[in-house]
């Protein structure tokens, strides 16, 4: 088991920034990581990921703007997000992918509350 807790969500006005964290309760060394974010009344979506050699993705939407990043050593990772938007308001959610004895495992934090004032 891998418990997840965000921080670091909160209010800000268009064009600020915020960074999220996400710790993990044990080791994410072999993980896949990543953020994904919900909307009112939106499906979640994914933001960004980021493999355990760091190799990242990011949603077309975000692209330029936010960043995924990790420290193995600390089992956390972050997002950085620049130039935030209105349609940036959202739930954050992190999300690990583990693999033990050949099967995957999906664990979700509870989410972080972002909320961008026009």
């Known amino acids: 088991q891998v418990q997840l807790v965000e921080s670091g969500g909160g209010l800000v006005q268009a064009g600020g920034s915020l960074r999220l964290s996400c710790a993990a309760s044990?080791?994410?060394?072999?993980?896949?990581m990543g953020w994904y974010r919900q909307a009112p009344g939106k499906q979640r979506e994914l933001v960004a990921t980021?493999?355990?050699?760091?190799?990242?993705n990011v949603a077309d939407s975000v692209k330029g703007r936010f960043t995924i990043s990790r420290d193995n050593a600390k089992n956390t990772i972050y997002l950085q997000m620049n130039s935030l938007k209105p349609e940036d308001t959202a739930v954050y959610y992190c999300?690990?992918?583990?693999?033990?004895?050949?099967?995957?495992?999906?664990?979700w934090g509870q989410g972080t509350q972002v909320t961008v004032s026009s």
């Open positions: 044990s080791s994410i060394f072999m993980s896949l």
């Open positions: 999300k690990a992918v583990t693999l033990s004895w050949g099967a995957s495992y999906d664990y």
């Open positions: 980021i493999t355990h050699v760091g190799s990242t």
